[in-house]
């Protein structure tokens, strides 16, 4: 049995970064979503911020069923 080195750590790389920009994007909704809380009790509008999360969400939400797609298909 011979082992592919190089597929095998294709596929860890890629993984490795799918996983850190998925963790990240959802970081960012999370940090969007406190800013608009922050913003709101000091009396100011957050709209920005709270587009900014939705978005970031809804990014994590897409790559994860596009991941689902590939495994299914």
């Given at each position: 049995?011979?082992?592919?080195w ?41 709209v ?15 790559a ?10």
């Open positions: 049995m011979k082992i592919d190089a597929a095998l750590g294709a596929v860890f790389g890629v993984s490795l970064v799918a996983t850190v920009a998925l963790v990240g994007l959802f970081t960012l909704g999370i940090a969007g979503l406190s800013k608009q809380e922050t913003a709101s009790a000091n009396g100011g509008s957050a920005l911020a709270r587009t900014g999360a939705y978005a970031c969400f809804a990014l994590c939400a897409a994860v069923a596009y991941g689902i797609y590939l495994i299914v298909t």
